[in-house]
């Protein structure tokens, strides 16, 4: 299973980004998929998780700017954020729980990180 990240680049304050993560390979069901966040020097944030119902919850600083949705049919997670301000400044990771056959157990995947940087 692969987790292929985009979206990523430079944004001025105050302006809006959308970041897609895809899932590809031996997928047999796709439970909670989520959005982290590092900064460089620092640890690596939740920023939310959306389950395969389609609810999302976000950690208290990102839930009134960013929202998370996603498509089962195509796989992919989005995060949207909004009045992007500086310290958004980080590399941003997604993750899905992922079983590949209907026996196994759920592992967890990570995508590669996109880099958002938000600067004047």
């Known amino acids: 299973v692969q987790l292929q990240a985009s979206g990523g680049g430079l944004v001025q304050p105050g302006g809006s980004l959308r970041l897609s993560c895809k899932a590809s390979g031996t997928i047999y069901n796709i439970r909670d998929m989520g959005w982290y966040r590092q900064a460089p020097g620092k640890t690596r944030d939740l920023v939310g998780v959306?389950?395969?119902?389609?609810?999302?919850t976000y950690a208290d600083s990102m839930k009134n700017r960013f929202s998370i949705s996603r498509d089962n049919a195509e796989n992919t997670t989005y995060l949207q954020m909004n009045n992007l301000k500086p310290e958004d400044t980080a590399t941003y990771y997604c993750?899905?729980?992922?079983?590949?056959?209907?026996?196994?157990?759920?592992?967890?995947?990570w995508g590669q990180g996109t880099q958002v940087t938000v600067s004047s």
């Open positions: 959306v389950t395969s119902g389609g609810y999302a």
């Open positions: 993750n899905a729980d992922v079983a590949t056959t209907a026996w196994d157990g759920i592992w967890t995947y």
